[in-house]
Nanobody
Framework: QVQLVESGGGLVQPGGSLRVSCAAS????????MSWVRQAPGKGLEWVSA????????YYADSVKGRFTISRDNAKNTLYLQMDSLKPEDTALYYC???????????WGQGTQVTVSS
């Protein structure tokens, strides 16, 4: 079954850290760029970060640059997002997404909730 399953979300205090993961199955994970996208309560989707097939090139939104780190383990078919120096405005449902043709997202996970609050 072709799917993406996120995990690792939770409640963290401002300034804290959290790592979320995305397990891929049913397709050749190492052949695809992957991305993280988030949706804050009452807002639209916001692209967060992306990574190329080998993990050597990474891309970040200005809002998370310097605080978040995307990585992947192709042997484990898993995508990660390490989030440091978290802010309340980082509170959102975090989705991993497979990057398809022309940077469209053609496969989504169900999301994992990250809440930053004291």
């Amino acid at each position: 079954q072709v799917q993406l399953v996120e995990s690792g979300g939770g409640l963290v205090q401002p300034g804290g850290s959290l790592r979320v993961s995305c397990a891929a199955s049913g397709f050749t994970f190492s052949s695809y760029y992957m991305s993280w996208v988030r949706q804050a309560p009452g807002k639209g989707l916001e692209w967060v970060s992306a990574i190329n097939t080998g993990g050597g090139s990474t891309y970040y939104a200005d809002s998370v640059k310097g605080r978040f780190t995307i990585s992947r383990d192709n042997a484990k078919n898993t995508l990660y997002l390490q989030m440091d120096s978290l802010k309340p405005e980082d509170t959102a449902l975090y989705y991993c997404a497979r990057v398809g043709v022309l940077w469209g997202f053609d496969l989504w996970g169900q999301g994992t909730q990250v809440t930053v609050s004291s």
